[in-house]
């Protein structure tokens, strides 16, 4: 079956802009985590999802960052007011639940802020 | 707090031998999941390897074993018979209910260069 998906793969924006980053998790996983990856700090978790519902949104770096997910399936991560400390690549994974599950990861998308 | 150390930024092989990369942890939960990540140059990240804290025989899959200890908090993964395809960076992370949502923690990661 399908992977998880993620869109777009790379992202060039100005820094004070908004972007929207998408994530199609695998049918059927009710579990769905958006993951930073920057040279500076490794791999920081950001949100998770299960369902529709973000319990803890502690993770997030700032205000200017939010997601949300619908119907169970896709989700969007927004950053507005980009900023260069933005720069990274954001991952996606979902799992079957949330628990020891395996996490399956999206190709990820590349942001550069210039 | 979790923690997840890699103390081997990069490790080189050669193509056929064993290589075995290192990872300790810090947690206070005894339920727990151990993952090894592969994330190629591509930027996928795939598993290579899960191991459940309560099991005390080693996780192995084809080529890529673990050495799970767990009282002194180590898990090392083995692989052997190293291949071109083995080059990548490579994750040891941590799962356990004290995670949001049983978010992965992952350390920083050993670049593996396989060389011919």
């Known amino acids: 079956g399908a992977g998880v998906s993620q869109s777009p793969s790379n992202k060039v924006t100005e820094k004070g802009k908004d972007v929207e980053l998408r994530c199609d998790p695998i049918?059927?996983?009710?579990?769905l985590y958006w993951y930073r990856q920057s040279l500076g700090q490794g791999l920081e978790f950001l949100i998770y999802?299960?369902?529709?519902?973000?319990?803890?949104k502690s993770g997030l770096p700032s205000d200017r960052f939010s997601a949300e997910r619908t119907g169970g399936s896709v989700s969007t991560l927004t950053i507005q007011r980009t900023q260069q400390e933005d720069s990274a690549v954001y991952l996606c994974?979902?799992?079957?639940?949330?628990?020891?599950?395996?996490?399956?990861f999206g190709p990820g998308t590349r942001l550069t802020v210039t | 707090a979790q923690t997840v150390t890699q103390s081997q930024p990069e490790m080189s092989v050669q193509e056929a031998e064993t290589v075995t990369l290192s990872c300790t942890y810090d947690?206070?939960?005894?339920?727990?999941?151990l993952f090894w990540y592969k994330q190629p140059p591509s930027r996928q990240m795939i598993l290579v390897i899960r191991?459940?804290?309560?099991?005390?025989q080693n996780a192995t899959e084809n080529r890529f074993s673990v050495n799970f200890q767990k009282a002194a908090k180590s898990f090392s993964l083995k692989i052997s018979d190293s291949q071109l395809g083995d080059t990548a960076m490579y994750f040891c992370?941590?799962?356990?209910?004290?995670?949001?949502?049983?978010?992965?923690?992952f350390g920083k990661g050993t670049s593996l260069l396989v060389t011919p």
């Open positions: 994974a979902s799992s079957l639940d949330a628990g020891g599950y395996e996490q399956y």
């Open positions: 049918s059927g996983h009710t579990a």
């Open positions: 999802f299960q369902g529709n519902s973000a319990p803890d």
């Open positions: 947690t206070s939960e005894n339920n727990y999941y």
């Open positions: 191991q459940e804290a309560y099991k005390q």
């Open positions: 992370a941590l799962v356990s209910n004290s995670n949001s949502g049983y978010a992965l923690n």
